[in-house]
Nanobody
Framework: QVQLVESGGGLVQAGESLRVSCAASGRTFYAMGWFRQAPGKEREFVATISGTGYSTYYADSVKGRFTISRDNAKNTVYLQMSSLKPEDTAVYYC??????????????WGQGTQVTVSS
């Protein structure tokens, strides 16, 4: 079993940066992903990182603005978000599973952390 706890969400203005974190307990060498869900929308893929951290993949909407990383010694994965836009407003979820960009690749999910970007 893997437990995931996100933190670091908050309210920022457009153009600012924010970093969200996901602390994992249990087996931690899964691939880790970030997804987000805005009100009234489907949960969508944001970024993923392989178990070693050597491979990453991003949604086109965040490529060049967001960076995913992990520290396996701390069992933590990060999502550094820069040049934030109001359309980035969502609940951000981390997930553990296989390296991929669909929800079905991931077996374990956190509770989410709210990110709100004001214009």
């Amino acid at each position: 079993q893997v437990q995931l706890v996100e933190s670091g969400g908050g309210l920022v203005q457009a153009g600012e940066s924010l970093r969200v974190s996901c602390a994992a307990s249990g087996r931690t060498f899964y691939a880790m992903g970030w997804f987000r869900q805005a009100p009234g929308k489907e949960r969508e893929f944001v970024a993923t990182i392989s178990g070693t951290g050597y491979s990453t993949y991003y949604a086109d909407s965040v490529k060049g603005r967001f960076t995913i990383s992990r520290d396996n010694a701390k069992n933590t994965v990060y999502l550094q978000m820069s040049s934030l836009k109001p359309e980035d407003t969502a609940v951000y979820y981390c997930a553990a599973g296989r390296y991929g960009f669909t929800r079905s690749e991931y077996n374990y999910w956190g509770q989410g952390t709210q990110v709100t970007v004001s214009s």
